[in-house]
């Protein structure tokens, strides 16, 4: 059994889907990438979509903290805030997610399957998962299960 990253739901043993965000850790974190995360069903549904595909941009790190500011400052109480946190957290990790997988041409169905193989030996191996994710994002090497 595994946590998902995305929301703490539970993840059954040798399921789910393996991606890398290069979104912050925080706000303050200078730049230190979340990287590796393991996403439940109902998140990889949230992620892998042709609108999500088509919504992604890169965010600079003061357009970041702009919208932050603006979505957070709109709610009028602290419950709203920390939730207008968590939902644009969220969707700056699908952002980054998808765009890592759209400079290598991956469309959401692809990127999926992949995430989906990565998993496998990210059960086996965790390590090794995250190696080759973040090979993926950088660009070293480009790797892929089927051909
Ligand atoms: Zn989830």
Known sequence: MAICDRCNGEIATGEGYAVYST??????SGGKEIGAMLF???????LFTENVWKEAKDLTESARREITRITVLAEPDIFGRLNALTSLTQKMHDFS???GAKRRGLGPNEARQE???ISQLWWKDRKAAENLLL???????RWRFWK
């Open 135 to 141: 090979q993926n994002v950088r660009g070293k090497k």
């Open 115 to 117: 995430a989906r193989e």
């Open 23 to 28: 979104s912050p850790i925080s706000l303050d």
């Open 97 to 99: 997610i998808a765009m």
């Open 40 to 46: 439940c069903d109902k998140c990889a549904n949230d």
